[in-house]
């Protein structure tokens, strides 16, 4: 048989993938509207054309064979051209359609992209967003959001809402009451401190600097979790010290049911990033949304703080530089 004869149809491909997807032929015939028994025979002819077994069948499930494993992983970026193709005839400079897959930090997600999206969805109505919120960079996105020391050399990267952001350290009245209030990064050795531990594991840090001297301090709580709200809910009701972004404690520093602590040694540090690989052709999606974020940031200022001060960031003081400096 000529190579030409051999080649299957895409149709047929898409249905194999789709019978691995759905991890059977009568799932992946309820998803698409097939009667099973034709979803078997595009398999069966797609395997006799190839001269090659795909699936391994059981009474209970069907796998792929290492062969069948070979051709999916062929076909995934395949067919995201195809659709790619697709999506940009009805795709162009002033009109995008489709998803937009974005994956970035929850602090990002409560705390800039509330200010950003709006107005994207608002001017490009054929988009969908997609967010998922983590603490680890995944496949199957169009771009990441993501801080300095974690963007890849060979990745574009565009600022994202403010271009510094600032760490808070705060406790409770009724905590500095009892346990009095460290003058000094070291003392807090003492101290009662509420941990964050990342999804990844690792336990985040406090780092604090003054001049070219910086202390770095690992929390051992009473409380260590991942849910910024039961922190900031711990830290009011005087269960310990908490540093975090300074967005996250505005609300409860001006109203005075958190005290800043230690402000001379509070850390600043660049903003956020929009991460993508450049060496491929852009979605519209992502291509719309990169000219956004490059539009907003050259329009948009520095949020002023409220006119209660408590600390350095008072009238936007605070100058950043890098950490450990």
Known sequence: ????????????????????????????????????????????????????????????????????????????????LIDQAVSDLHDDAQRPVGLLRLTAPGIVARYVLPRILPDFLSAYPDVQVEVAVDDVIDGGFDAAIRYEERVAVDMVAIPIGPRVQHLVAA??????ARHGRPDHPKALVGHRLIGHRLSSGAMVVWEFGRGRRTVRVTPSGPLITASIEL???????????????????????????????????????PGPLLCYHGDRHLPGPLKAFAAHVRAQAQVSQPARLSGRSYGPFANDRLVARPRGA
Request: avoid cysteine; charged fraction near 20%; hydrophobic fraction near 50%.
């Open 171 to 176: 406790a409770a009245p009724v905590y500095l």
């Open 231 to 269: 922190r900031v809910a711990a830290a009011v009701a005087g269960a310990g010290l908490i540093y975090t972004f300074e967005d996250v404690l505005r609300p409860q520093l001006e109203v005075g049911a958190l005290v800043p602590v230690l402000e001379p040694w509070w850390q600043s540090f």
């Open 1 to 80: 048989m000529s190579a030409a004869l051999a080649t299957p149809s895409l149709d047929d491909m898409k249905l194999f993938a789709a019978v691995v997807e759905a991890g059977g032929f009568r799932p992946a015939a309820q998803r698409l509207g097939l009667p099973a028994s034709s979803v078997s025979d595009v398999v069966r002819r797609l395997e006799e054309r190839l001269g090659l077994r795909l699936l391994n069948r059981s009474t209970r499930s069907v796998m792929p064979t290492e062969a069948g494993r070979r051709l999916l992983a062929g076909l995934g970026p395949a067919f995201d």
